[in-house]
């Protein structure tokens, strides 16, 4: 499957940006969904699951109410609501596929596709 990460850009600290990202070459809904995020120098961190109907969700603890993971199967497309943003949070997001939603959903490893990532920046 590929995917399509976009909705990125800069944003004040405090603010929000939704981020999508859209898959093409094999169904959809066979895949569970995560984002990921990388800030220079840092390793890639896990932010957000979402299983294949949308039904169970699982969030990183350092942005728990405040982001917002969802699909629509019908749009091939995974959403990341992201609100009250931090300068810290300021990285690279990745969209990512995995055949199968498990309690490693946070491992990086897990996951059998990845997009191009798209950069988020956030000013203080």
């Known amino acids: 499957v590929q995917l399509q990460a976009s909705g990125g850009g800069l944003v004040q600290a405090g603010g929000s940006l939704r981020l999508s990202c859209a898959a093409s070459g094999r169904t959809f809904s066979n895949f569970a969904m995560g984002w990921f995020r990388q800030a220079p120098g840092k390793e890639r961190e896990f932010v957000a699951a979402i299983s294949r109907s949308g039904g169970r969700t699982y969030y990183g603890d350092s942005v728990k109410g405040r982001f917002t993971i969802s699909r629509d199967n019908a749009k091939n497309t995974v959403y990341l609501q992201m609100n009250s943003l931090k300068p810290e949070e300021t990285a690279v997001y990745y969209c990512?596929?995995?055949?199968?939603?498990?309690?490693?959903?946070?491992?990086?490893?897990?996951?059998?596709?990845w997009g191009q990532g798209t950069l988020v920046t956030v000013s203080s």
């Open positions: 990512a596929a995995a055949a199968f939603y498990s309690g490693t959903m946070y491992y990086a490893g897990t996951y059998d596709y």
